[in-house]
């Protein structure tokens, strides 16, 4: 009997799986996404590994920014195309999102929001930080914001001084400590300089929050925190991508070297 294998979720987690195992020809594999356009600039390092073993490395150095070492992606979207581009187009099922599972001592079912009907004998959940997988197998709830929070901004025009040199400094303001940190990543035309403000905040980050809002919102947190660090706010100033980062607490389980919320 062929194991059929269901992957719920095609972020380059799930299509490197449904790669490896259609390549590998390890049962009938079927990938389901709902698909919704994401992208942001990605830094790959040894998980590039992974793709090069996979036969993508040429596609993967021709894409990439800066191929020589940590691998700079523009656009974390233009990667998963390139996954999605190399696995047979019969394995893939977009514009389907998971709704339910059940499980008897046969098989999986798995029903998604617009009425489509799978069987399974696997399930992997690859559908992210609100898998609904998990939740369901674990009966749990969403994850929990931790009370951590990073911003940063990337910038191509090189703004700092000298873009070996990494600096990280630790502020006190207003009884609170800001993790602060500047570097630049890839080199020549690929250079990106990349500030950074890691910090305690309770404030929840919205999926809503666009690059610019992000970006006003670092400038008015490193002004107050860091004002005369000139080279930080030129740096920001010129930034065209800004993201907000939280850290969360999944409600299923907690690894063992995640910090006490208290
Ligand atoms: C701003 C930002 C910057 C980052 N920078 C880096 C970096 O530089 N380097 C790095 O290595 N990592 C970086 N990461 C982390 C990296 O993006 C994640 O680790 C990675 O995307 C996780 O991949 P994944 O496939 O597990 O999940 P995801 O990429 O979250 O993919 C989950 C997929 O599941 C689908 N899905 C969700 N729910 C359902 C459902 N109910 N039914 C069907 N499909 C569903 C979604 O559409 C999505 O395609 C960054 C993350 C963020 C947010």
Not at 27 to 42: F, N, P
Not at 60 to 72: G, I, M, R, S, V
Not at 185 to 206: N, P, Q, Y
Request: hydrophobic share 40%.
């Amino acid at each position: 009997m062929v194991t059929r294998v269901a992957i719920v979720g095609s972020g380059i987690g799930g299509l490197v799986l449904a790669k490896t195992l259609t390549q590998y020809g390890a049962g009938k594999v079927e990938a389901w996404d709902e698909w919704k356009t994401r992208g942001g600039s990605l830094g790959i390092q040894q998980s590039s590994l992974i793709l090069e073993k996979l036969g993508l490395k040429e596609v993967f150095d021709a894409l990439a920014n800066h191929p020589k070492a940590t691998k700079y992606w523009s656009d974390g979207q233009d990667l998963q195309k390139m996954v999605l581009d190399s696995i047979p187009p019969e394995v893939i099922f977009l514009g389907h999102k998971l709704e339910s599972l059940t499980e008897d001592d046969k098989e999986v079912t798995l029903t998604f929001a617009n009425g489509k009907v799978d069987k399974a004998d696997i399930v992997v959940g690859a559908d992210g930080i609100h898998s609904v997988v998990k939740k369901q197998i674990f009966d749990c709830g969403e994850p929990v914001h931790a009370g951590f929070r990073l911003i940063y901004s990337c910038s191509s025009v090189p703004i700092r001084p000298n873009p070996e040199e990494v600096h990280v400094n630790w502020i006190s303001k207003d009884g609170e400590g800001y993790h602060v940190m500047d570097w630049s990543a890839g080199a020549a035309d690929k250079r990106h300089d990349v500030c950074l403000l890691m910090m305690r905040s309770e404030e929840l980050i919205s999926d809503k929050w666009d690059s610019t809002i992000v970006k006003d919102k670092l400038k008015e947190l490193t002004s107050r925190v860091a004002p005369g660090h000139e080279v930080l706010h030129a740096a920001i100033e010129n930034a065209e991508m800004c993201f907000d980062w939280g850290s969360t607490f999944s409600q299923c389980f907690q690894l063992g070297f995640l910090p006490n919320r208290e």
